[in-house]
Structures are given as structure tokens and as C-alpha cells.
């Protein structure tokens, strides 16, 4: 029998992933909400989203089955959230399931609600009968509509309680001054989680934390400590070394099931590729070793190859899954390897990246991954180094081209503005670094469609596009990733308009989502649909925090713009915050970042002279070519106006050649003609 249901007029590929299951599916909205408040009836929410193996793995087993939607279908009304695209729910009912199951939370969620949207019970993935302790899904549904029915209040209570904790964590005041030496106090707490031998910070399961990564550099560059390098370095080592990469097309999946990065949870997210590129760049910049750069060449390549809608925006994920079985299209055995490349250069192969006849994956096949240097590897197959290393170049080619052939996992497609916002910094930021022209062309295009095709009348955004349809209004997060994004922009190709834009974004964050009681920022704005508790979120999570990004946007915006105010606000928000940092210094890697530039006080560069200048291009080379996080560039070129950047005044371009100026606080030291001068300037 075939069924749809209102999932089929969504968006979402998550919800469409769901449109023809024989559960009764609302999608979140007035017409699922009023129908519970009109029957009172108890509400099943679920939030998953399109990448994630348990929420495919619930519906093969619950959703898709006749007798278990009946069930569904008779006491409760039924909604699918894609976490992606509400992340105001995803955050609010998430810390209900954690309150409920002792801090432990994941995905799909699976919360049930009273008509009034407060929590009383729920959990993540259950299984379809009970097993291993765990209860079955279909004794869950049956509990929860027999206490439904005989002990309403016992629920009702309990929702009110969840909502009201909920409640009190949105308006807790963290408000204190901040610790002179708390950004000595996080690099204690990153030195004690770290993990020496595989890198990274904490044990199983391993995630990139690429926030902890970039503030281990800036302690380098602030202390000069070689530890707080080697943190950085062991960890995008062993990252790019592990299965967690894809070392064929490039990029990382989502996160390590284990500590030696070997075997992922094989969803691709664009976020996790967007926050990895810039720590990639950095730590070579940092260092000079090219590996760092190749790596985030390879993650941009990917985004671009695979990820690039056709309006010009990048996607969201690929799944986990292909035909059903998690991994599939990126694992091997050692005679797959000989069937494409041979037996000699097959038996390399496996060498190279680890695939064992008995596997290290599922079903005896292995992700690949380099534990062993190429130089361990040769001596071991006596082969020459350098004949190896070409012949892995070509067998890595006749891989990808073979893996083609494979069934592919799923892409979702959606276009949110928030993850692009992420990647088109990482995109300008690698045209910077590795001079790519693709980068940038591909860091506007998507920049041109979020501010024209993800907009509202109003100058507001939009949080998610699919298909040539823009909808909900956007997050905390969608307007700070893509405020920071078009500062990246800026300082890339000098376009006035990026800086324009950002002004004007940032005052809507301001008017919508600032906590003018309290400082800092809520998630949804002032006039957002009203739901059980408007939160905050100033911690980092696998996304930074918003409140973290914005106050670097404040700080950049006011140097650049000359508006201290910003700069005051940007103080007003990390103080707002002061507190909860001076105890949790290791959960805000990202706002730290801004407390290292504030106290750091950056430098401003204005290189005056035409764009394509021969000395204009060797300084802007010199000021890219090494690792300074706490700056802002401008060019005076004579197309900007010096209202909008006051540091422009004054610096006009010079009848021939270039002028850099090197200045702080808008006091600038002399001028200098040369790159070879700047460079000394800076040092």
C-alpha cells in the first residue's frame, strides 16, 4: 500500500525521507499544534536529520512498519522536525531528552509533548520490540498512552517542570569580569584533555574540535609555547592520517567511533569541512608545512566537486549510508584494491592505507587510513619512496574514478545559510592562503545567493533554501556566520558592498536577537513563533556558539567601520558571559578567540594602490603569508568610501607603486614602498 503524507509538500530531504510512511506526519506548524490542543491529544516529536544512520535505521524498523504506526496514529499527533533546519527546537527539547536521561542525548530524538509543547518523556533511538534493556518503541508508544490516560497529571507536572528548567537556563545571568588569566586557564584545560599520542581532545567517541584547535594556535602565536603548537599540529596530523578523511575525494566525515580517527560515523557534513579548512590554513601559515595546506586544498576541492548547488550555495551533508549499510561506498577489501589497480600496485595500496584481508571496518572490509610514513611503507615493500608516492598519486585517481561507479550516499541538497556562511570564510580564507581564484569565485557565487536569493523584503534572511524555495526566518547563527563571512570577503577581494552588507546584517542582529537587559544573544529573534523558553547558547558545540562569532564580527566591524561602539558591545558580550567562561574556559574556544584578539589589539594593514599593481600584490602576498589572526586589511585603491572606512583617510593610492601602512588604534607607524619592508614592519 502506498502512503503520503504532509511531509510531501516539505522542503527538507529529511522530512521527504519520511513522505510516504504510513505514519500520519505533521511537519512542525499551527495545524499539527492546533489539532492536538483541539483533541488533546499528547504530541510524538521526532528530530533527526538526513545524514544520521540511527534515524534511517528507526524508520526501516518503526516508521515504515503498518502495525507500529497504527499505533502512532491512534493516541498521538505526530511531528517531524529536521534538526538542521530548526535548530531552535532541536536546542530546546534536546536539553529536555538529556534533563531526562542523564545528560545523554543524540539522534533521531524522540520526545513526547502535551498540546502545550512541554516535555514529559523521551529518549533517542528506540528499537522496535525491547532489547538489551532498552525499551521497544511499541511498549513506549503503549506506556505513554496509557499514563496519558490515567495519569495526566503525573505528566502534565512533569512537563512543567522541564519547561520551567528549561526557562531558568535561558535567563541565568553569567554576568562577571573575566579572569586576567583566563586564556592561560584554557590552554591548561586544552593541555589536560588532550590526547598525546592520537591527538585531539578527549577519548571516544573524537571529534575534530576545530574551535580547540584554532585557539591552541593563537596561544602559540600569544605565548610562544611550543606545546600549544604541538597540540594543534598531532591533532590535524592525525586527522588528515585517519579514516575520519576521505583519502580519495577529500574531506572529513562527522566524527571518530573510536580515539585513533580510524573508523567515522561516515556522514560528510559541510559544517565539519567548513570549520577544518581555516585550522588547516592556519596551522600552515603557522608553519610553513605544506601537508596543512593540501589538506584544506583537498576539503575546498570536495565543496566544490560535489557540494555546489546549482544557484551557487553549497549543501548540507552526505549520508552515512549507501543501499542501506552504513560505510559501504567508502570501504575496501584487498582484492577490490587488485581489481582496479593490479596485483603489484593493489598489495601497495593496501599497505599504503591500511586494508587488511580481515578488515578493520564491517564485513572485513577497512577505511582507509595512513598510520605508517611513506618512508615506513617503502623500506617495508623495498620499493623507492618516490616511485611509491607517484604510484599512490595514480592508484588514488583509479580509486575515486572506481568508487564513482558505486552506489552514492544520498545529498541532502538544502541550502542553509548558517553552514554556508562557514564555508564561504573557509573558501575566501583558502583563496587567501593557497591564492586559488576557484576559491573565491565560489565564496562569492554562494555569497550572491544568500543575499539575494535568501532574503526577505525586509533585508532579513532566511535560514534554509531548496528547490527555489526560501523559508523560515533566520538564527542567531545564520546572520553571525554570514556577517563573519562577508568580513572574510572583504579582506579578500576589497568589495565595499561585503562590508556594506555586513553593517546592515548586523544591525538586525542587533535590533532582533541582543539581550539589551543582559548582553549577548538569543537563538531566534524578538518576533519569533512563541515556544516553550527563548534560550541562548553561548558554548561552542559541533558548531561555535553564535554568541562566539559575533563578538569577533563586533570587534573586526568596529575596526574596519571605526565605530567603537561595536567594540564596546563586543566587551558588553563577553562580560555578559564572564562568568560561565572563568568556570568552563575549555566550552568557549570560540568566544576566547575574540578575547585573544581584544587582548591582543590588532594591528590595521592599509596597502594603498591600484588592485592589480605588481608591489600591491607582493604586499598583500607578505601579509597573507604568515599567521597573524589579529589584524584587518584594507585597500585604498580609491573606489571605497572613507565613511564607511575611516581608515581609508588620508591613505589615498600613490600616483605609481604602492604604500602599506602598519597602524593600531588608527595611529600608523610610516609608510613603506616594498613588500620587503612591510615584512619588516610586521615582524
Known amino acids: 500500500m502506498t502512503h503520503t503524507n504532509r511531509l510531501a509538500e516539505e522542503t527538507s530531504p529529511y522530512l521527504l525521507q519520511h513522505a510516504h510512511n504510513p505514519v500520519d506526519w505533521y511537519p512542525w506548524g499551527e495545524e499539527a499544534l492546533e489539532r492536538a490542543r483541539a483533541e488533546d491529544r499528547p504530541i510524538f516529536l521526532s528530530i533527526g536529520y538526513s545524514a544520521c544512520h540511527w534515524c534511517h535505521v528507526m524508520e526501516r524498523e518503526s516508521f515504515e512498519v503498518e502495525r507500529i504506526a497504527t499505533l502512532m496514529n491512534a493516541d498521538f499527533i505526530n511531528i517531524k522536525v529536521d534538526r538542521e533546519e530548526r535548530p531552535d527546537l532541536d536546542e530546546i527539547y534536546m536539553r529536555a531528552v538529556q534533563a531526562m536521561n542523564g545528560g545523554q542525548g543524540g539522534w533521531p530524538m524522540s520526545?513526547?509533548?502535551?498540546?502545550?509543547?512541554?516535555?514529559?518523556?523521551?529518549?533517542?533511538?528506540?528499537?522496535?520490540?525491547?532489547?538489551?534493556?532498552?525499551?521497544?518503541?511499541?511498549?513506549?508508544?503503549?506506556?505513554?498512552?496509557?499514563?496519558?490516560?490515567?495519569?495526566?497529571?503525573?505528566?502534565?507536572?512533569?512537563?512543567?517542570?522541564?519547561?520551567?528548567?528549561?526557562?531558568?537556563?535561558?535567563?541565568?545571568?553569567?554576568?562577571?569580569?573575566?579572569?586576567?588569566?583566563?586564556?592561560?586557564?584554557?590552554?591548561?584545560?586544552?593541555?589536560?584533555?588532550?590526547?598525546?599520542?592520537?591527538?585531539?581532545?578527549?577519548?571516544?567517541?573524537?571529534?575534530?574540535?576545530?574551535?580547540?584547535?584554532?585557539?591552541?594556535?593563537?596561544?602559540?602565536?600569544?605565548?610562544?609555547?611550543?606545546?600549544?603548537?604541538?597540540?594543534?599540529?598531532?591533532?590535524?596530523?592525525?586527522?588528515?592520517?585517519?579514516?575520519?578523511?576521505?583519502?580519495?575525494?577529500?574531506?572529513?566525515?562527522?566524527?571518530?567511533?573510536?580515539?585513533?580517527?580510524?573508523?567515522?560515523?561516515?556522514?560528510?557534513?559541510?559544517?565539519?569541512?567548513?570549520?577544518?579548512?581555516?585550522?588547516?590554513?592556519?596551522?600552515?601559515?603557522?608553519?610553513?608545512?605544506?601537508?596543512?595546506?593540501?589538506?584544506?586544498?583537498?576539503?575546498?576541492?570536495?565543496?566544490?566537486?560535489?557540494?555546489?548547488?546549482?544557484?551557487?550555495?553549497?549543501?548540507?551533508?552526505?549520508?552515512?549510508?549507501?543501499?542501506?549499510?552504513?560505510?559501504?561506498?567508502?570501504?575496501?577489501?584487498?582484492?577490490?584494491?587488485?581489481?582496479?589497480?593490479?596485483?603489484?600496485?593493489?598489495?601497495?595500496?593496501?599497505?599504503?592505507?591500511?586494508?587488511?584481508?580481515?578488515?578493520?571496518?564491517?564485513?572485513?572490509?577497512?577505511?582507509?587510513?595512513?598510520?605508517?610514513?611513506?618512508?615506513?611503507?617503502?623500506?617495508?615493500?623495498?620499493?623507492?619512496?618516490?616511485?611509491?608516492?607517484?604510484?599512490?598519486?595514480?592508484?588514488?585517481?583509479?580509486?575515486?574514478?572506481?568508487?564513482?561507479?558505486?552506489?552514492?550516499?544520498?545529498?541532502?541538497?538544502k541550502v542553509l545559510a548558517s553552514w554556508n556562511g562557514l564555508m564561504i570564510s573557509a573558501l575566501a580564507q583558502a583563496h587567501q592562503a593557497l591564492d586559488e581564484p576557484r576559491f573565491l569565485d565560489a565564496a562569492r557565487a554562494a555569497a550572491r545567493y544568500l543575499l539575494e536569493g535568501m532574503r526577505q523584503g525586509d533585508g532579513r534572511l532566511f535560514a534554509t533554501a531548496r528547490a527555489g524555495r526560501a523559508h523560515l526566518n533566520a538564527y542567531l547563527d545564520d546572520y553571525a556566520f554570514t556577517i563573519a563571512a562577508l568580513l572574510d570577503l572583504y579582506e579578500t577581494d576589497f568589495d565595499a558592498h561585503w562590508l556594506e552588507e555586513a553593517l546592515a546584517l548586523n544591525e538586525i542582529l542587533t535590533e532582533r536577537f541582543e539581550d539589551q537587559a543582559k548582553g549577548g544573544y538569543f537563538t531566534t529573534a524578538s518576533d519569533h513563533e512563541r515556544l516553550i523558553a527563548r534560550l541562548k547558547n553561548p558554548h561552542d558545540g559541533a558548531l561555535p556558539s553564535g554568541n562566539g562569532v559575533q563578538a569577533l564580527n563586533l570587534l573586526r566591524l568596529a575596526e574596519l567601520s571605526g565605530r567603537a561602539q561595536l567594540a564596546a558591545t563586543a566587551e558588553r558580550l563577553i562580560t555578559s558571559l564572564g562568568g560561565a567562561v572563568n568556570a568552563f574556559p575549555h566550552a568557549f574556544s570560540q568566544l576566547l578567540q575574540a578575547v585573544d584578539y581584544l587582548a591582543s589589539g590588532p594591528l590595521e594593514i592599509v596597502i594603498a594602490g591600484r588592485h592589480d599593481d605588481q608591489v600591491v600584490c607582493e604586499m598583500l602576498a607578505t601579509v597573507r603569508g604568515h599567521f597573524r589572526p589579529q589584524k584587518v586589511v584594507v585597500l585604498s585603491d580609491g573606489t571605497a568610501d572613507p565613511d564607511l572606512i575611516p581608515l581609508l583617510r588620508e591613505r589615498g593610492p600613490p600616483p605609481r607603486g604602492a604604500l602599506a601602512h602598519v597602524c593600531r588604534d588608527h595611529s600608523c607607524r610610516m609608510p613603506v614602498e616594498t613588500a620587503a619592508e612591510l615584512a619588516r614592519e610586521l615582524a
Open 111 to 413: 520526545v513526547f509533548l502535551t498540546p502545550d509543547l512541554e516535555p514529559f518523556y523521551g529518549g533517542t533511538y528506540f528499537p522496535p520490540v525491547s532489547l538489551h534493556g532498552r525499551p521497544g518503541f511499541d511498549q513506549v508508544l503503549q506506556g505513554i498512552a496509557h499514563m496519558w490516560s490515567s495519569d495526566r497529571e503525573g505528566a502534565l507536572k512533569r512537563g512543567t517542570a522541564l519547561r520551567e528548567m528549561i526557562a531558568r537556563e535561558g535567563t541565568r545571568s553569567t554576568q562577571a569580569e573575566l579572569d586576567p588569566a583566563v586564556l592561560d586557564r584554557s590552554l591548561g584545560a586544552l593541555t589536560e584533555s588532550f590526547d598525546p599520542v592520537w591527538g585531539g581532545f578527549g577519548g571516544a567517541p573524537k571529534f575534530p574540535h576545530a574551535m580547540d584547535v584554532r585557539l591552541c594556535l593563537r596561544h602559540w602565536k600569544r605565548t610562544g609555547l611550543p606545546r600549544a603548537l604541538e597540540m594543534a599540529t598531532i591533532s590535524l596530523d592525525r586527522m588528515a592520517e585517519g579514516g575520519i578523511r576521505d583519502h580519495l575525494a577529500g574531506g572529513f566525515a562527522r566524527y571518530s567511533t573510536d580515539e585513533r580517527w580510524l573508523i567515522p560515523h561516515f556522514e560528510k557534513m559541510l559544517y565539519d569541512n567548513a570549520l577544518l579548512v581555516p585550522a588547516y590554513l592556519e596551522a600552515y601559515l603557522a608553519t610553513g608545512e605544506g601537508r596543512f595546506a593540501e589538506v584544506a586544498r583537498e576539503c575546498c576541492e570536495w565543496v566544490l566537486a560535489e557540494m555546489t548547488t546549482p544557484e551557487g550555495g553549497f549543501a548540507s551533508s552526505l549520508d552515512a549510508d549507501s543501499e542501506g549499510v552504513e560505510g559501504r561506498f567508502y570501504v575496501w577489501t584487498p582484492d577490490e584494491l587488485s581489481e582496479v589497480l593490479g596485483a603489484e600496485r593493489g598489495a601497495w595500496a593496501a599497505r599504503w592505507w591500511g586494508v587488511t584481508d580481515g578488515g578493520n571496518f564491517e564485513e572485513g572490509k577497512s577505511a582507509l587510513w595512513r598510520h605508517d610514513s611513506a618512508e615506513a611503507v617503502a623500506a617495508e615493500l623495498a620499493v623507492d619512496q618516490a616511485v611509491l608516492e607517484e604510484a599512490m598519486e595514480e592508484a588514488r585517481s583509479a580509486l575515486l574514478e572506481a568508487r564513482a561507479a558505486r552506489v552514492r550516499p544520498g545529498l541532502d541538497d
